[in-house]
């Protein structure tokens, strides 16, 4: 039975003021809620003020939205993983679609971040997903399989029981426009079939996938009662902390 996980990705929104309000509303919303595991990944300036808050709550953890792979040295404008530890930070969100598309980020680099969190141990969550061009040419499939291969190139199979994935079509980020539950659930056992094939069969059914784009309280319940679907990353609607809260609710509410 994998454990579902439920991650809010802040992107580059929120002042330290206002992270401060989101946790005070939001940590009486969640209570001691331990059915899930439950993540923020606030923006880098923030880090700090919302780890020293979290300092004293045991079922909410903290994650970043990137890091670079190399050990600390020059290069300017980029964060170590042994500078996200020194925060408590357990999880780091790589290659999230905006990074790819905007930043330049290729599998390749992905992979490099991928093992240097792993080894820092951080739990990875590697994004992948497809544009909606791909979709309409019917390359879903090959847009995954790519992605998947290269940014989990020579992880040995103990590593990638480790890591968390979020499948997130890139249509459906921030536009409103969520998959259904249908066509997330393929997507997700195609990966986990293409997880087995890289790893094995053991592996594949522990590693947890998360479904990402345009989750709302009310899309969560049918989204994560797929079977493949292992919990939600959530742009827009983490950062209100009462309708992140609900998607929490939501999601403990498909848990048997
Ligand atoms: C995301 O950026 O990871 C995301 C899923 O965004 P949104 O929920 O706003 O679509």
């Given at each position: 039975?994998?454990?579902?996980?439920?991650?809010?990705?802040?992107?580059?929104?929120?002042?330290?003021?206002?992270?401060?309000?989101?946790?005070?509303?939001?940590?009486?919303?969640?209570?001691?809620?331990?059915?899930?595991?439950?993540?923020?990944?606030?923006?880098?300036?923030?880090?700090?003020?919302?780890?020293?808050?979290?300092?004293?709550?045991?079922?909410?953890?903290?994650?970043?939205?990137?890091?670079?792979?190399?050990?600390?040295?020059?290069?300017?404008?980029?964060?170590?993983?042994?500078?996200?530890?020194?925060?408590?930070?357990?999880?780091?969100?790589?290659?999230?679609?905006?990074?790819?598309?905007?930043?330049?980020?290729?599998?390749?680099?992905?992979?490099?971040?991928?093992?240097?969190?792993?080894?820092?141990?951080?739990?990875?969550?590697?994004?992948?997903?497809?544009?909606?061009?791909?979709?309409?040419?019917?390359?879903?499939?090959?847009?995954?399989?790519?992605?998947?291969?290269?940014?989990?190139?020579?992880?040995?199979?103990a590593q990638i029981e480790d890591l968390v994935l979020a499948y997130?079509?890139?249509?459906?980020?921030?536009?409103?426009?969520?998959?259904?539950?249908?066509?997330?659930?393929?997507?997700?056992?195609?990966?986990?079939?293409?997880?087995?094939?890289?790893?094995?069969?053991?592996?594949?059914?522990?590693?947890?996938?998360?479904?990402?784009?345009?989750?709302?309280?009310?899309?969560?319940?049918?989204?994560?009662?797929?079977?493949?679907?292992?919990?939600?990353?959530?742009?827009?609607?983490?950062?209100?902390?009462?309708?992140?809260?609900?998607?929490?609710?939501?999601?403990?509410?498909?848990?048997?």
């Amino acid at each position: 039975m994998r454990r579902k996980i439920i991650a809010a990705n802040w992107k580059m929104n929120m002042t330290n003021d206002e992270a401060e309000g989101f946790l005070e509303t939001f940590l009486l919303e969640v209570g001691d809620e331990k059915r899930v595991d439950v993540v923020l990944v606030p923006s880098f300036t923030t880090l700090a003020k919302v780890s020293e808050k979290l300092s004293s709550v045991q079922n909410v953890k903290l994650g970043a939205q990137n890091m670079h792979w190399e050990k600390p040295g020059a290069f300017t404008g980029e964060i170590s993983a042994e500078m996200l530890r020194e925060l408590f930070v357990r999880y780091v969100v790589l290659g999230h679609s905006e990074r790819r598309a905007l930043f330049g980020e290729t599998d390749a680099i992905v992979n490099k971040k991928t093992k240097a969190a792993l080894a820092a141990t951080m739990t990875p969550i590697v994004c992948i997903g497809e544009t909606l061009a791909e979709r309409d040419a019917g390359q879903v499939e090959t847009v995954l399989e790519t992605q998947l291969r290269g940014s989990l190139a020579d992880l040995t199979p103990a590593q990638i029981e480790d890591l968390v994935l979020a499948y997130e079509p890139v249509w459906a980020i921030g536009t409103g426009r969520t998959a259904t539950p249908q066509q997330a659930q393929e997507a997700h056992a195609f990966i986990r079939k293409t997880l087995a094939a890289i790893s094995d069969d053991a592996i594949a059914g522990k590693v947890r996938i998360q479904y990402g784009g345009s989750v709302k309280p009310a899309n969560t319940a049918d989204l994560m009662s797929q079977p493949d679907i292992d919990g939600a990353l959530v742009g827009g609607a983490s950062l209100e902390p009462r309708g992140f809260a609900e998607i929490i609710q939501a999601t403990c509410g498909t848990l048997g």
